[in-house]
């Protein structure tokens, strides 16, 4: 056994021999561990062992996607500062997965330390897999009994992920890792998608979405409102699932486009006729009224010009000279440009 212990900060000095090691927690009052094997088959040696394997261990606790929930706790509890790796053993990589097994057993690692089962798994034994698998999953169906049971019967009367996932508060991710642990869960078919001239003229058939990207080289976005009925057309083409003839193409594409006008001028309307709009008007009218007339004096108090409103003079003089006439009129300042400005108020 070997004494010498590794921190995350000595990550360049890892070694890069192959065989078993145990992760665990300086200054911590736990003493539970895990223990792991670094084994390679691929042609260099070199590159994997220790190294690679604690690399991978790092990258997962910190982003949280390690396989061991309890490793994942203790590493947020105790710190990144505290974890280190130790190598218990130098195995060759064929005999790796026996020795591990050794030490899990040695060290009880399963019930009183962070390994997830009580044997080791090997990624390139697919017995092992398997077995690994198969006990992952009857401790997932026994934790969340409840939960999948209300889910498998959702599920028969509503088969849409989306919804399910709003309905049991759960991510759509997770809807579908429990829909395919019960053994229900079904991939959406990819339907296939046929492109169309405006004269209703068969021109391409995808077989999905990704195709009809790729081949056309264009953005999906406009493609998929004409298939779900929202769209006219998309970059000059009609796209439909359904293998229509010219005439079809034709009198769909006449539909949606007297659908659109109708929405418009109903959009339009409701815009007119809003609580929002109608203050606006207001608000407008109000301004119209107050202002009626802008009186243009010289400093002896002799009238220059009388101006029918700001606009008038923003014509005139420009923006920014306006703002100086309105500033003086409403009393900020005496005089503009060597003159006085007044607002005739209709009450």
């Known amino acids: 056994m070997h004494d010498k212990i590794y921190l995350i900060k000595e990550k360049s000095s890892f070694p890069r021999f192959t065989g ?97 089962t009580s044997y080791a798994k090997s990624s390139t034994n697919i017995v092992d897999i398997n077995k690994y698998n198969e006990t992952i999953k009857l401790a997932y169906l026994k934790k969340n009994s409840k939960i999948l049971s209300d889910l498998e019967n959702l599920h028969k009367i509503n088969k849409n992920i989306k ?50 990207r790729k081949g056309l080289n264009i953005n999906l976005d406009s493609v998929r409102r004409v298939l779900i009925g929202e769209g006219i057309q998309s970059f000059g083409f009609f796209f439909s699932h359904d293998l229509l003839n010219p005439k079809e193409v034709i009198d769909e594409c006449a539909k949606r486009l007297s659908i659109s006008k109708i929405n418009k001028s109903k959009s339009a309307k409701d815009r007119s006729s809003s609580e929002k709009m109608k203050k606006i008007s207001l608000m407008c009218d109000k301004q119209k009224k107050c202002i009626k007339n802008i009186f243009q004096y010289d400093l002896q108090n002799n009238i220059i010009k009388i101006w029918k409103d700001s606009n008038e003079i923003e014509q005139s003089f420009g923006r920014n000279y306006k703002k100086g006439v309105l500033s003086c009129a409403r009393g900020r300042q005496k005089t503009h440009d060597g003159f006085k400005w007044y607002i005739e108020d209709v009450q």
């Open 163 to 212: 919804e399910l996932s709003n309905i049991l508060n759960l991510h759509t991710c997770t809807i579908r890792y429990m829909l395919k642990i019960l053994g229900i869960y079904s991939k959406i078919k990819r339907k296939i998608v046929y492109q169309y001239d405006l004269n209703g003229n068969l021109l391409n058939q995808w077989n999905n979405m990704t195709q009809c």
């Open 20 to 116: 078993v090691y145990q992760i665990g927690f300086l200054n911590s009052n736990s003493e539970k561990i895990y223990v792991g094997s670094a084994s390679s088959n691929r042609k260099f040696a070199s590159n994997s062992g220790f190294k690679t394997r604690w690399s991978r261990h790092i990258q997962d606790l910190k982003n949280g996607t390690h396989h061991s929930i309890t490793l994942i706790r203790a590493y947020q509890k105790y710190g990144e500062k505290n974890l280190y790796f130790k190598i218990l053993e130098l195995v060759e990589p064929q005999f790796c997965l026996s020795v591990e097994q050794k030490y899990i057993d040695l060290l009880d690692s399963c019930n009183n330390g962070y390994n997830v």
